[in-house]
């Protein structure tokens, strides 16, 4: 998926990643910036909030957002908005817990969770994913990410 905030936020920073250049790996504090602009979900943290559920970004948050009733899917403009912010959640819990876990964003801007073992995870089609089907729950995609 195509994020246009972050494609303007790499031009203003000079540079823009190329296959294989993870932001991990290439500059820190930049890595930091992007991680941080991840994991704003507002959308999602809102939605969740006004059904009483505050998002703390750990692993139990995934549980209890499984939990939630599907209410975003009575909205067929706002369902992608929720995947996306979904997937982008899912991947910065995982990044924030699992050891070795990095945000790698592909020439684009789709960003992907990269794993200590190599491994990548596509969190935000995991996410719209869940937000259209309620499958895979995000709790068991975090569950599989850790035991890698």
């Given at each position: 998926m195509n994020i246009p905030f972050l494609d303007n936020w790499l031009k203003k920073q000079g540079a823009r990643p190329s296959?294989?250049?993870s932001t991990d790996e290439s500059d820190p504090e930049r890595a930091e910036g992007i991680a941080e602009l991840l994991s704003e979900c507002e959308l999602l943290?809102?939605?969740a909030e006004e059904r009483g559920l505050a998002l703390d970004d750990t692993p139990a948050s995934l549980t209890?957002?499984?939990q939630l009733p599907p209410r975003w899917r009575d909205d067929p403009e706002e369902l992608p908005w929720v995947g996306n912010?979904?997937?982008l959640y899912l991947g910065t819990v995982i990044v924030r817990t699992v050891p070795g876990a990095r945000w790698h964003i592909w020439p684009g801007g789709h960003p992907v969770v990269r794993l200590a073992s190599g491994r990548e995870i596509g969190v935000v089609?995991?996410?719209l994913d869940w937000a259209l089907t309620g499958a895979p729950q995000l709790a068991q995609?975090?569950?599989?990410a850790a035991e890698a």
């Open positions: 296959p294989g250049d943290r809102v939605r209890a957002l499984d912010d979904a997937g089609e995991a996410g995609v975090y569950a599989e």
